[in-house]
């Protein structure tokens, strides 16, 4: 089980781009803990979202974490753009190159929280020598690159092998990809604390709808929901 605080991160990727100063601004009142920001560059992943500029115009609207999930390749150079525009936790992909050491020691030099994320097809040995040099640990439950996709089952053994190498360490567990109140349970008794949803919160883009679908997540993980 989790050492750390549940965080309920809601995905931006799901929010109306139109409004999204007023989206960011309607989960934060609807009791979100993050701010999740997924920037994919169509080369990495299959798929372009958006970059440092469209987030750093909407950083002002709240002053909640931003937790910014890089699928990136290469990685390095757009570190700093991210940092500058507002980040407060950067995770890379352990597969977006081959210094993941470099790009961690990097984030932290820059005042920031270093994440690694993961690929449902990487072992989490992939992380153990870097684990100390870690704030977050992401283990993505669907393959990066879209929102709205159906949980991996077996992410559930990964979370748990991950909670067995992150200890007792002060390092963050997120989970990411087919997070809902029906499975938050079972996520955050593999050991993860913070859910990223994005679908599950923002589908239909009314505001009306997300206290409530925040709540449920947060009730069911907490075992209040079963
Ligand atoms: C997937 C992104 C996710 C995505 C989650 O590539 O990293 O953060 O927005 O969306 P849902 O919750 O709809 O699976
Ligand atoms: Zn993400």
Redesign the pocket.
Known sequence: MPTRPLRIAP?I??ADFARLGDEVKAIVDAGADYI?V?V?DGHF?P?ISFGAPVMQSVRGVTDKIFDV?L?IAPVDPYLADFANAGADIITVHAEAGPHLHRSLQAIRAMGKKAGVALNPATPVAAIQHVIDDCDLVLV?S????????S?IPESLNKISQARALIGGRAIDLEV?????AENARAIVAAGANVL??????YAGNDAATYAGRIKAIRDAATGLLV
């Open positions: 995905s990727l799901s999740h997924d994919m992943v798929n999930h699928m993505m669907v393959n990066p690159g879209f929102g709205g996709q949980f990411d990809g087919g997070v809902s990223v949803a994005g679908s599950a919160i």
